[in-house]
């Protein structure tokens, strides 16, 4: 939800041209590069342990087609936030916001919360998950365990050293990730490369889902996105 501001010039300007950060103060590469980070390891993390196999199952051959959609819509969400930062941010940190504007504020703080509090145990359980998959010895109460342990560690790194810290970690596990993205990358073409040669390369079939259950599916890939829509 879009708040009200009397400021028409900025809106005018985040209007023409979305991604015109030039009348701020944070057009830097270092901070384009912090701000793309996060999201950026939101989107090969999920995007290629999870996501993948996720489409697949839902749409099957038409996972570009859903992906398309599914950052169309990201971006359209995102011009509402990016507004709401341009405009409504400067306002609350200058202590000028009305009355309606800091509930918004405070409601979307606390929504933000449980969500991201969700959204990282859902993504530390995976972790959990693969790893112990990968040793053979996972169980729902050694995933359970193991998930409370990081929850832990981050928590403790956060209080004694400091959020700084875990961007740091965040920065080189993205470095490693898209590594590792490569080497996956590259065998994929390898392997659909002998497949296409000895003239067994198919494409996937397509799935036999209700339209509810596709809606809901792609929908919730939305996650996969989260954050990069406003920082780019």
Request: charged share 15%; proline share 4%.
């Amino acid at each position: 939800m879009q708040v009200e501001v009397t400021a028409a010039e900025p809106l005018s300007a985040a209007i023409a041209n979305p991604f015109d950060l030039s009348h701020t103060e944070t057009k830097t590469r270092k901070h384009l590069r912090e701000a793309r980070a996060t999201p950026l390891a939101s989107i090969f993390g999920s995007g290629f342990l999870v996501i993948v196999p996720i489409l697949n199952g839902a749409v099957g051959p038409y996972s570009l087609v859903a992906m398309a959609f599914v950052c169309a819509l990201a971006y359209a969400m995102g011009s509402v936030i990016r507004y709401n930062i341009r405009n409504a941010e400067p306002l609350l940190a200058e202590g000028k916001a009305s009355a309606r504007v800091l509930r918004y504020e405070r409601t979307a703080n606390l929504a933000l919360v449980m969500a991201y509090a969700i959204s990282v145990c859902l993504y530390i359980h995976i972790l959990a998950a693969f790893l112990l998959g990968g040793l053979g010895i996972n169980t729902p109460r050694r995933e359970n365990i193991v998930t409370v342990l990081i929850v832990a560690a981050i928590g403790v790194l956060g209080r004694f050293r400091g959020l700084d810290m875990l961007l740091v970690m965040e920065r080189w596990a993205l470095k490693v990730t898209g590594v590792l993205v490569l080497l996956l990358v590259g065998a994929f073409i390898v392997f659909d490369y002998h497949a296409w040669g000895s003239h067994t390369l198919q494409w996937p079939t397509v799935p036999r889902q209700d339209l509810w259950t596709v809606l809901t599916v792609v929908g919730g890939t939305l996650i996969v996105v989260q954050g990069f829509e406003t920082s780019l």
